[in-house]
């Protein structure tokens, strides 16, 4: 809603309008505040506050825990707690928003952990890292005019079932009530911090909810009404940001929703390693055209150039703005910024794969403390970004600058 005011100069009254200073929705386009429509060009900042095994080289240790878990063999739990610090710190720091920025892209996607911002030692609480992470790139952001969407990539309980949630390999989160309600109450606290800051677009509810291993029968009809809750209690504190919901079974079924329940939603969708063709986007236009609302391409990628390139046209094409994954990984063309792998990082890739049931068997695949240390010391450097290596190939396929 238009915000008047009147203006009385030498008995003349005069009336201006205006707008507020948040993006919105207006039928199926998302909208700057002056009702000028955008489209959502951005990037994941996967891997920062979501640790990702495939993104250090590893395979079996692929969730934030069993990441964790591997490095507390490596390092202890005294130079594990210092390592994490230290990689937040490193992993994404100005220079890599305003590389972004300058690159062309208008929005990022910043996934994040439950876990950073709730404490359970003795009773949930919200404490952790993970609102000074958020506060620290959305004032980076705000500085140089990138729109931020925050993604709860973890909930509580897991809502996939599979490690990129951090769970324990089962989507809980539909079947825990306690579960549910720290994740509404998790939004509601981040909502209320940010209510009033126009740099964030809104809130990505929930990542990719119930993998395609889990009866869909069961727990797709759970989705929406969960949604709705999680959205009810923003909108006790925020009214001013979107609400992106992602489909069932890796963001691609649509089917679990009915006519939208909220005047600033947007449904976003994710696929990987598919054909480029209308085929695989027209449901979406589909449902877009149904119900008059924007449809957001929040993650795809992984792929070679020519397909990235391909995938990005096919989206703009539909007026689906997108946002790639990821931003930076290790050793690897299909991301904007290349992270260096060194030959002791070879040594702890290695550790990382080997089966490791018994404690003998982690200290006999344990490298020496000199290669350890060094492997870590030299990661935490090469993942600045002053230290990567940019993948121009990859930024001619999403149609960014050359710096």
Known sequence: ???????????????????????????????????TPILLRGINLGNWLVPEGYMFKFTTTNSPKRINDTFLQLLGPEETKKFWKQYRDNYITKEDIVFIKKSGLNSIRVPFNYRLFVSEDHETRFAGPGVEMLDRVIRWSKEIGLYVILDMHCAPGGQTGDNIDDSEGQPFLFDSPEAQQLTIDLWKEIARRYANEPTVIGYDLLNEPIATYFDASKYNPGLEPLYKRITAAVRDVDTNHIIFLGGAQWNTNFSVFGAPFDTKLVYTYHKYWC??????????????????????????????????????????????????????KMDSGSNMVSIKKTAEWDSIVTFANTPRMTFKEIRDARPGNNVIQKAFSDYLELCKFSNCTVNDGYMNALGLKKQ
């Open 1 to 35: 809603m238009k915000r008047s005011f009147l203006l009385f100069i030498t008995g003349c009254t005069f009336l201006f309008s205006q707008s507020p200073p948040f993006v919105t929705t207006r039928g199926q386009n998302i909208v700057a505040p002056d009702g």
């Open 275 to 328: 054909d480029t063709t209308q085929a695989m986007a027209q449901e979406y236009a589909d449902f877009m055209k149904k119900y008059s609302v924007p449809i957001w391409m929040g993650e795809s990628g992984e792929n070679n150039d020519r397909w990235i390139g391909a995938w990005r046209r096919l989206n703009e094409r539909n007026n689906f703005g997108w946002c790639f994954w990821p931003y930076k």
